[in-house]
């Protein structure tokens, strides 16, 4: 890398919107002049969405940072936002020093950046499917897998447990209440985004315990069998109170449960 500047425009393959700022050399009091003009271009562009390439940058005074501040500020008045991606460690122990970490966001690469576009601009969803035999031993690293995916994409610890609570409740029903022979999977579909996660569980019917079922669903007050200290009674109440919204849908062949959890702010 070479101590002269050079800042190079160019945009994400996949993300036409997504504007990339590569910064080659050093940020110097002198390169204001050169930041501004390449802002200048990007706004003419209409783009809000700046990715400021710092893999190869060598260093950055205050100056400049409060160049990127009055972009940032910009582009946020928009409804964008300018994130750093590939800092060094020396360049951002000084930024984080001055207190730009609780500005900017900072990201490991380009890469990680657009995938944060995508999540929290443009709200793309995960999608994550499982199968497994009806057998309530698989049930516990499934729910686990759902919290730790959770986490992942930034959803609090009280959510994440009662998302691992839900799905708990779903694919136990599911084993317990469904057939059990070796081609009978419960398929657990997840599909995640900023907002919301929703889960759904199918399973194969068994037709002996169908009626049971639809038993369960009806509310307490109109069920000949089912009484506040019936365990599943109990377990489907249970993730009422947890989930925004619940359908279950039974029939000869299958029983699906879809449960949509709104992400809840700490």
Same mark, same amino acid.
């Given at each position: 890398?070479?101590?002269?500047?050079?800042?190079?425009?160019?945009?994400?393959?996949?993300?036409?919107?997504?504007?990339?700022?590569?910064?080659?050399?050093?940020?110097?009091?002198?390169?204001?002049?050169?930041?501004?003009? +390449? !802002?200048?271009?990007?706004?003419?562009?209409?783009?809000?969405? /700046?990715? /400021?390439?710092?893999?190869?940058?060598?260093?950055?005074?205050?100056?400049?940072?409060?160049? +990127?501040?009055?972009?940032?500020?910009?582009?946020?008045?928009?409804?964008?936002?300018?994130?750093?991606?590939?800092?060094?460690?020396? $360049?951002?122990? =000084?930024?984080? @020093?001055?207190?730009?970490?609780?500005?900017?966001? !900072?990201?490991?690469?380009?890469?990680?950046?657009?995938?944060?576009?995508?999540?929290?601009?443009?709200?793309?969803?995960?999608?994550?499917? $499982?199968?497994?035999?009806?057998?309530?031993? @698989?049930?516990?690293?499934?729910?686990?897998?759902?919290?730790?995916?959770? =986490?992942? =994409?930034?959803?609090?610890?009280?959510?994440?447990?009662?998302?691992?609570? $839900?799905?708990?409740?779903?694919?136990?029903?599911?084993?317990?209440?469904?057939?059990?022979?070796?081609?009978?999977?419960?398929?657990?579909?997840?599909?995640?985004? =900023?907002?919301?996660?929703?889960?759904?569980?199918?399973?194969?019917?068994?037709?002996?315990?169908?009626?049971?079922?639809?038993?369960?669903?009806?509310?307490?007050?109109?069920?000949?069998?089912?009484?506040?200290?019936?365990?599943?009674?109990?377990?489907?109440?249970?993730?009422?109170?947890?989930?925004?919204?619940?359908?279950?849908?039974?029939?000869?062949?299958?029983?699906?449960?879809?449960?949509?959890?709104?992400?809840?702010?700490?």
């Amino acid at each position: 890398m070479e101590d002269k500047l050079t800042i190079e425009i160019s945009t994400d393959e996949s993300n036409s919107e997504v504007t990339i700022l590569r910064v080659i050399g050093s940020l110097d009091f002198s390169s204001i002049a050169m930041l501004s003009n +390449f !802002f200048g271009k990007i706004n003419t562009q209409e783009r809000n969405y /700046v990715i /400021v390439d710092m893999s190869e940058a060598l260093s950055m005074c205050s100056a400049a940072l409060g160049e +990127f501040m009055g972009c940032r500020q910009k582009f946020v008045e928009k409804g964008g936002e300018l994130v750093f991606a590939g800092l060094h460690r020396d $360049i951002r122990s =000084k930024l984080t @020093l001055m207190g730009a970490n609780k500005i900017f966001s !900072f990201f490991a690469d380009v890469r990680a950046a657009v995938s944060a576009y995508k999540w929290n601009h443009k709200k793309q969803s995960k999608s994550l499917t $499982i199968t497994i035999p009806p057998y309530l031993k @698989l049930v516990p690293p499934v729910r686990q897998l759902a919290s730790r995916l959770a =986490k992942q =994409k930034g959803y609090s610890r009280r959510d994440a447990f009662r998302i691992e609570t $839900i799905v708990d409740e779903v694919c136990n029903n599911a084993v317990e209440h469904g057939l059990k022979s070796k081609d009978c999977d419960v398929t657990i579909a997840i599909t995640i985004d =900023k907002d919301k996660i929703d889960i759904n569980v199918s399973n194969q019917s068994d037709p002996e315990k169908i009626e049971m079922l639809r038993e369960l669903l009806k509310p307490a007050e109109a069920s000949n069998h089912v009484g506040t200290d019936h365990k599943r009674g109990r377990g489907l109440a249970l993730i009422r109170m947890l989930s925004t919204d619940m359908k279950v849908d039974i029939t000869e062949s299958g029983t699906s449960v879809r449960v949509i959890k709104s992400r809840e702010e700490e």
